[in-house]
Structure formats: C-alpha cells, structure tokens
C-alpha cells in the first residue's frame, strides 16, 4: 500500500485533500484509498473536494509500521501475526533458525498463551495492545537480562510519556507505571537466543482487565481519558505508529548502548526508578534492608543510604521485591 499517500492524508489533519494532489493517475489514487479502507482506515471521500482522513485502522498495519523507519539494528524485517502463542516463543524460534534474525520484531494482535514474569500469565484482549517481541543477538556487556530488561523500560516510558503526556515511571525491575498504574511490562528471555518482549496496553478499557487488578493497571486510552484542556494535541492513538516509535526507541537504546556502554541505559531507568530517593525497604533472600534508594542497576543491583549513613550494594541476584 502507499504510505506516502497515507502520510499526506494524515498530514492534513482532517482537512480535505484533492485527489490530483495525491497522485497523477486518478484511477489508481482510487484504487489506493479502497485499499486503506478494506484494510480498515475511515476515510470521507467528497466529489468535489476530494478525500479526508477521519481514523486509523484497528488493526496493526505493517506497511505503516515499516515506512522509512530509520533503524540501525532493530526492525529490518517485521512480522505482524493475527493470533499466536507467545510473541517470545515464535522469536526464539525464528532466532534459533538463523542468526541473520537478529532484530527481527515479531507482533501479534492476541496471543493465547501470553506468558509475564514469574510464570505469571499476561493475556490482553485482541486488537488492544502491543504485544511484541525482538530478537537479539548483543555482544558482551550489553548481553545481560539486566541490560535488555532496562532498555525495554527505558523505551516503552519515553513511548508511553509521548502519547499521555504524563510521566512515566518504573517498578523494581520491569513495570512502566503511570501514577502507580502498570501500563506495559518487559520479559527477557534468553534460552539460546535473546528475546526482548513487550506487552503495552493501548485500548484496552477498564472492563477489559481482570478485575482483581483493576486498580492497578491502566491502558494508554484510560490515561487520555479525562485529561486536561490544552493537552489534546496529543499524537492518535494507533497501534501502528505507537508499535513504529516503539521499535525506533529501542533501537536507539540498543545503539546507545553499543556505542557508550551498558551504563547509560542503566541510569536512565534509575532516573526513571519510582523509589529513587525514597525511604523504601527491600525484601532479599537473607531478609529486608531499610535505606534510602541512591540509585538502582538491573546488573549490579540498588545502592542504598542507611540509616547509619552508610552506603550498600545489594547484589542483584539477592532482590525480591522493593518495598514503598
Ligand atoms: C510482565 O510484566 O510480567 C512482563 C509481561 C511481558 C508480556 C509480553 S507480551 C509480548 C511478549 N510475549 C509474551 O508471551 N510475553 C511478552
């Protein structure tokens, strides 16, 4: 399909575009705009005036995902699956074929056995979210759970952060939260090949999540919900461009910290730590420490004041949870 096309109905904000400005051959142009309409664009065709751009399809559109997308690592093939298992197992299956997988992203609009950290299960109804998954393939230091889990928050905040205009923050060790709220979460896996998995809820409404967490999580479109006057310049919320700038930022992570090492993708999510600063305790395996939070890696673990002033390093691999 032509993007270009697509990018200049957008372009115009709703406004009416004459068919001649959208190309030489008329009949083709129409042929065109039938083609973004079967794939579910809404379009308002006019005789006179020509064709405006009303709403983005529901669903993920991957020649809009891939236009020019600008990457260096991540991207350079893209796989949209309507309805699969675990978006991580069919990367790490595609990973274990061949190593010329490496940044391939795989997504899917449902998956039927969504898996989350612990073994928990994270399941999203179709059509709502980003589920995505992106095989690696990175060379030492870059090459830890810790690193890959950081980079993914790192990016999926500045993602969420663009789209709600509200800042978003993240929870020991993977959880992007909006005001307390978990609206996406990250699952490494490395089992032969590495996979950077995402799940991102976009539409999903509050009746769509299990009500025991109802509190607790949030969707990008409940966080728009309701927001103040002057801030609905806020970009559409499609899945596809989310799905493009999300991909993009990782990419530039993942170069970042090619180029400067793992240190700058760790202090950029313990900028983002919600307990940075904060007075917290945290349960380890040999009991709980009281501190206040200096500053947190997923590869060497947080670094806590206590009350004594003395300053700990609690290694990583001894964390259960943070406590605030
Ligand atoms: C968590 O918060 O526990 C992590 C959730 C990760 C979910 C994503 S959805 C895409 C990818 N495929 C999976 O099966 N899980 C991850």
């Known amino acids: 399909m032509n993007v270009k096309l697509m ?15 959208l190309g ?18 809404v379009l308002e065709r006019h005789p006179l005036l020509g064709v405006a751009y009303r709403a983005a399809s529901r669903r993920l559109c991957p020649d809009e995902i891939e236009h020019e997308l600008g990457t260096r690592w991540i991207g350079a093939r893209i ?17 274990a074929l061949s190593r010329s997988n490496a940044g391939l992203v795989v ?17 999203s109804p179709p059509r709502t979210s980003i589920l ?27 993602v969420v952060e663009a789209w709600t205009n509200q800042t978003a923050r993240i929870k020991w060790p993977n959880d992007v939260r909006v005001d307390r709220q978990k609206v996406a979460g990250i699952l490494v896996e490395r089992s032969g090949a590495t996979v950077l998995g995402i799940g991102l809820n976009v539409l999903t409404q509050n009746d769509q999540f299990p009500s025991e967490l109802a509190d607790s999580v949030t969707s990008l479109a409940l966080l728009r919900d309701g927001r103040a006057p002057g801030q609905d310049r806020l970009p559409e919320l499609d899945r596809s461009s989310i ?19 793992p240190r700058v ?11 940075l600063g ?34 700990l390093n609690c290694p990583v691999n001894q964390v259960i949870e943070f406590v605030y």
């Not at 990018?7 to 400005?21: K, N, Q, T």
């Not at 796989?79 to 990973?95: E, F």
């Not at 990175?138 to 500045?158: H, K, M, N």
């Not at 799905?243 to 090492?261: N, P, T």
């Open 278 to 311: 904060r007075l917290i305790r945290i349960r380890t395996l040999d009991g709980e420490i009281e501190g206040t939070l200096l500053a947190a890696d997923l590869d060497e673990g947080p670094r806590l004041q206590l009350h004594d002033d003395r300053v």
């Open 7 to 21: 990018r200049r109905l957008r372009a115009a904000a709703g406004d009416y575009v004459p068919l001649a400005e």
């Open 107 to 123: 997504l899917a609009e449902e998956q039927t056995a969504g898996r989350g950290r612990r073994g928990r299960r994270w399941s």
């Open 24 to 41: 030489g051959d008329l009949n083709q142009v129409r042929r065109e705009l039938d083609a973004w309409e079967a794939f579910g664009y």
């Open 243 to 261: 799905a493009r700038a999300l991909i993009q930022a990782i990419d530039a992570w993942y170069d970042r910290g090619l180029l400067q090492g």
């Open 79 to 95: 796989a949209v699956w309507d309805r699969v298992g675990s978006t991580n197992d069919l990367a790490a299956r595609a990973a």
């Open 265 to 275: 993708v760790h202090q950029a999510w313990s900028q983002r730590c919600e307990a």
């Open 132 to 158: 995505m998954s992106v095989v690696l393939d990175p060379p030492d230091p870059i090459d830890t759970v810790g690193f890959l889990t950081a980079l993914g928050a790192v990016a999926v905040a500045e």
